[in-house]
Structure formats: structure tokens, C-alpha cells
């Protein structure tokens, strides 16, 4: 295969770029960019790009240079309310937001293919006036494009992420099918890494939160899910996303957790009462506030106040809870291991949740006919 010319905006990460080298498909990168500096030091650490080449500003760049030198250009913009909905006049529409410069450097540069993507909301955005606009701009600059939502979950990665693809192609003979959904064979479980760091396991305020009902029925935190919920660029720092509970064979008595799957949290202990359970007791009750006993005491009629007076029949639950590590959200965004990580943690976090899966690009690339 002639090797392939590829160009990005909003560059991020390198997503196509991992998804081009796990295909082995020859490849060049003509130019990329992004806005943040943090993401061009880890794009720099892991692509070969000329300096020359790269774009901290997509509004101030210039494409018409690499007229016709491009074979697929990829990019997703951020979902913005349009200036001028409501006139279809295509690409005018658009102008004052950053899809209006993605559609100018598709109409500088004219690539052979581009990809598109965005979040799944970009549909109904605006009751699906963005969305006739961002089709007409296309049709516009003279492209027959592709559309579909997909999932990563059903593309290898165990990861519940929906969005929206656009394919477009400059050959109006062309013929593009999205690629059939994989069954998934793994589980986030299967992403983890052996060994984590201390600094990853939540502290008390930290557990509370997570372990809530309510922040688990709606999907705000999630423990020891298989599919992965949808990464986020903040996830990790307020809270929301996925979480691991590790069990222990033996931790200190003040190391306690809650069990994050079968007892709501109301059945805990404050912690004066925990104090009182776990301390050594007095002549009298010696042995009444012992945990994790083999074989329970005699329910009584009156436990009700013993439970009030702290006697009872109590089980601890060993463990610990912590995020997710950089790593891993990058490998459930398909990034492999050999991908530099060059930035602080908070970075990290951000660029593994800003960035496109890598599997589901690769799915699409392969639909892709360079050949013609």
C-alpha cells in the first residue's frame, strides 16, 4: 500500500495516528494542531511531526498550502451553539464557531476522505437544526458523506461511549459502509493495571461519595462495572466515572470500607459508634463488640437496644477503593502501553478523556478504499 497522507485539527492526543500504526498502514503526517500546550508535549513526545507543521490555533490557520496533499483529514470539533441557524446557507451559517474552521480547512486543503466526530447530543442539538447545518456544509464544500452513532463497547473496548462519525468522501462514486458491531470479549476489569500507586486510593470523603445510591443510580460513579461508563475530561476529580474496590486479606482496624454492592450505606457506622465497636471494650462487654464472628450471636428480642447501645453482631469489610490510573483510562481509550505519558496526572486524565477511541477508529479505517 502507497503510503497515506494524514492531516488533523483538533489534533488532541494522536488517536488516528495509534489507530494508523496498529493497522500498519504506511503513513506520513502532514500537519496537526490543538489549542492546548499540554497535549503538544504529549503529541510531540509520540509522532514525528515538523515543528512547521503544527497549528496551536485552528482559527489562525491557513490549509490552503496543503491543497490536494491530503488523503484523510480527521478532526472533531467542540459542540457549540450556531451564530445563524435557521438560514441553510451551509458553511455562512456556520461561521463564529470551531466546526466553521474544520469546514474551512476541509475547503483549503480538499482531502481525499475526512472523519468527523462528535459528541451524539450534536443530533438533537438545537431540536436538530445544528445538524442540518453541519450536513449542509458538507454537501456545500462538494462531499458525500456517511453517517452513524457508534459505541465503543461494540468495538473491542469495554467502554459505554457514544458518538456521532461523519465520513465524507470527495469521490461521489464513492461507497462507504460503517463497520458491524464485535461482540465484546473483554471487561474493564481486563485493562487494569497489577500494581497502583497509594496515591490513587479514595480517602474517606472520597468513599462516601462514590458509594452513594443515588450517585450510582444515576450513573455518576460506578465500582467494578465491567463496561466502563463514558470517560470524561474532569471525571477524576470530582468524583464521577469508574472506581475499583480491591479487597485485603488484612488491614489496620481504622482501615475500613463500605461494601459497595450489597448494603447501603445507612447500615454503616458513625464513627463514634465505629470507635466504640472497634475499641477494647470494658469487664462487661469484653467480648460483645467483636466483628466478622464465624457463627453469629443469639438474635435477642431486645436487640433493638442492644443495637442502640452498640452490641451487636458487626462485619467489617476489608478493602479500597480508588480511580482509575492514567494508564488505564488510556488503555480504554485503545491507546497501547508504548504511548509516552509526558504530562501530570490532571493532564493525563484530561487527554485520555477528551480523545477519540482508538478501536473505533481503526473499525472505520478499514471500511476505508485507499486504493482509489
Known amino acids: 500500500m502507497k503510503q497515506i ?35 503538544k508535549k504529549s503529541y510531540f513526545a509520540n509522532y514525528e511531526l515538523d515543528e512547521t507543521h503544527w497549528h496551536n490555533d485552528i482559527t489562525e490557520f491557513n490549509a490552503k498550502p496543503y491543497k490536494d496533499k491530503i488523503d484523510i483529514l480527521v ?20 461561521r463564529g464557531t470551531l466546526f466553521y474552521d474544520f469546514a474551512r480547512v476541509i475547503k483549503e486543503c480538499k482531502p481525499k476522505v475526512f472523519i468527523y466526530e462528535n459528541v451524539k447530543g450534536l443530533l438533537s442539538h438545537d431540536s436538530g ?39 465524507g468522501f470527495k469521490d461521489k462514486k464513492a461507497n462507504f ?3 458491524k458491531p464485535i461482540k465484546l470479549q473483554s471487561t474493564m476489569q481486563d485493562f487494569l493495571e497489577d500494581y497502583t500507586d497509594s496515591k490513587y486510593y479514595l480517602k474517606e470523603k472520597g468513599v ?7 450517585n450510582r443510580l444515576k450513573q455518576y460513579t460506578q465500582i467494578n462495572g465491567k463496561v466502563a461508563l463514558c470517560q470524561r475530561a474532569n ?17 489496620e482496624a481504622d482501615e475500613f470500607i ?44 431486645t436487640m433493638h437496644k442492644m443495637h442502640r447501645a452498640g452490641v451487636d453482631n458487626y462485619v467489617t469489610h476489608k ?20 504511548f509516552k505519558i509526558v504530562v501530570s496526572d490532571i493532564q493525563a486524565y484530561r487527554q485520555a478523556g477528551n480523545s477519540i477511541v482508538v478501536n473505533v477508529l481503526s473499525e472505520i479505517i478499514k471500511e476505508i478504499d485507499f486504493k482509489k
Request: include cysteine; charge should be positive.
Open 5 to 39: 497522507h494524514l492531516a488533523t485539527t483538533f489534533s488532541g492526543i494522536g488517536a488516528v495516528e495509534q489507530a494508523f500504526k496498529r493497522l500498519k498502514i504506511p503513513h506520513k503526517i502532514i500537519f496537526a494542531g490543538d489549542i492546548c500546550p499540554f497535549v
Open 75 to 94: 478532526g472533531g470539533s467542540p459542540c457549540q451553539a450556531f451564530s445563524m441557524v435557521g438560514k441553510r446557507k451551509g458553511l455562512e451559517d456556520a
Open 129 to 167: 437544526k445544528t445538524w442540518e447545518i453541519v450536513q449542509e456544509c458538507f454537501n456545500k464544500l462538494g462531499y458525500k458523506i456517511y453517517h452513524q452513532v457508534l459505541n465503543a463497547k461494540d468495538y473491542g473496548i469495554p467502554q459505554n461511549r457514544e458518538r456521532i462519525f461523519v465520513v
Open 177 to 179: 459502509s460503517f463497520p
Open 208 to 214: 462516601k461519595f462514590v458509594t452513594k445510591s443515588k
Open 235 to 251: 471525571q477524576q476529580f470530582n468524583w464521577h466515572g469508574d472506581f475499583v474496590f480491591e479487597s485485603a486479606e488484612s488491614l
Open 258 to 301: 463500605f461494601n459497595v454492592s450489597e448494603v447501603e450505606e445507612k447500615y454503616y457506622l458513625s464513627e463514634k459508634v465505629k470507635n466504640y465497636v472497634l475499641a477494647g471494650g470494658t469487664k462487661t462487654f469484653k467480648t460483645s463488640t467483636k466483628t466478622d464472628l464465624e457463627v453469629a450471636r443469639p438474635l435477642l428480642q
Open 319 to 338: 478493602g479500597r477503593i480508588r480511580k482509575l490510573t492514567p494508564r488505564e483510562c488510556l488503555r480504554l481509550m485503545g491507546f497501547a502501553d508504548d
